[in-house]
């Protein structure tokens, strides 16, 4: 007779036997290290570091993946021991996943013209955890990148595949009383960066952040400023008008606390800032780019009031 012990290290011995295999073929990077990639990267990161451009030019390190991707065609025939891993886990009914983390590792910095090659394994399979989300395995992969024979780089990504923790335990069957904490919104992270946002919204202030040493406005609220770099703020109370600059209109998936459809948009302050907020007082199905809007706080619960934007025209919901 085998014991549920005994099953899961019988189990774990056959996931175990997976580190150290490769994870896919070893691959060669589709451009060498040029300059216009580095150019993009930079544009889109808004990254205006000297040390990227010039003829002395390294690549941004944090690129290093960047050079390893095949783009939409992918690469033909890289099908390594990864996915059989992630088969045999699903196969045990690990059939969740979710990215956890990601380390980068720099040994030397990449130069427009370096050839690229990758080789990625399996560096471990973790024994059974539980986590918040579920019972499964974290799995490490590490992918070395080489200029030529030279270890350039590393990078490792770690994913969870788990078995989803049973939900709705209490919720279901006669006489069981629906959890209510279910049904309230989430709650905000609140730390020490953006203690002060929160806070103000307590008060039914909108407060954007403003760099003591250029001016810049900046929100959502972050420690330092993206425009100079400098770290002294204080904060301008929004007027509260503004102007819906996108939307989505939310119909599935459902969550306890919302009831679809309903509008998140994207709103353009009248101070230049944006902010992510639902848009009330009109249907879905009526909210449209540049809409005007007006700030009001909406108290969601015992314990949350929210900043939302109330449409000023398109009629009441
Ligand atoms: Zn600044």
């Known amino acids: 007779m085998v ?11 056959g996931l175990k036997a997976f580190e150290g295999r490769a994870a896919a073929t070893t691959g060669e ?31 941004p390190p944090t690129m290093l993946q ?15 021991a990864y996915d059989d891993l992630l088969a045999l886990l699903d196969g045990a009914g690990y059939t969740s996943v979710v990215a956890t983390d990601c380390e980068q590792e720099y040994l030397r910095p990449l130069r427009p013209g370096d050839a690229i090659s990758f080789d990625a394994v399996i560096e471990s399979v973790s024994p059974l955890k539980t986590t918040k989300l579920g019972t499964g395995h974290f799995v490490t992969t590490r992918m070395d990148v080489r200029a030529g024979r030279e270890l350039a780089g590393t990078l490792r990504f770690r994913i969870l595949k788990y078995a989803p923790a049973a939900r709705g335990a209490g919720r279901s069957g006669a006489g069981g009383a629906p959890d209510a904490s279910k049904k309230l ?29 250029c001016e810049t406005l900046r ?15 204080d904060t301008v ?11 989505v209109v939310m119909h599935h998936p459902p969550f306890p606390a919302f009831d679809p459809p309903y ?37 969601a619960d015992a314990e949350l009031e929210l900043p939302v934007f109330r449409a000023l025209e398109g009629g009441e919901a």
């Open 237 to 247: 109370r929004a007027g509260g008008e503004g102007t819906v600059f996108s939307y």
């Open 263 to 299: 509008a998140v948009g994207l709103i353009e302050l009248a101070e230049g800032v944006r902010i992510v907020s639902n848009v009330v007082g009109v249907a879905p199905d009526k909210v449209r780019i540049g809409m005007p809007v007006r700030l009001e706080f909406m108290r």
């Open 185 to 213: 919104r989430p709650r905000p992270v609140v730390n020490r960066d953006n203690a002060g946002f929160w806070e103000g919204v307590t008060e039914h202030r909108l407060l954007i952040q403003r760099c003591r040493g």
């Open 219 to 233: 929100f959502p609220w972050l420690p330092g400023c993206n425009a100079c770099g400098g770290r002294q703020w």
């Open 29 to 59: 990077g589709r451009d060498p290290v040029n300059a216009p990639m580095i150019r993009h990267w930079c544009e889109a990161m808004g990254d205006t570091n000297p040390a990227y451009e010039g003829p002395d030019a390294i690549a």
């Open 66 to 80: 960047a050079w390893t991707m095949a783009g939409l065609s992918g690469y033909a025939g890289r099908a390594g």
């Open 3 to 13: 014991t549920q012990a005994g099953q899961e290290a019988l189990e774990y011995a």
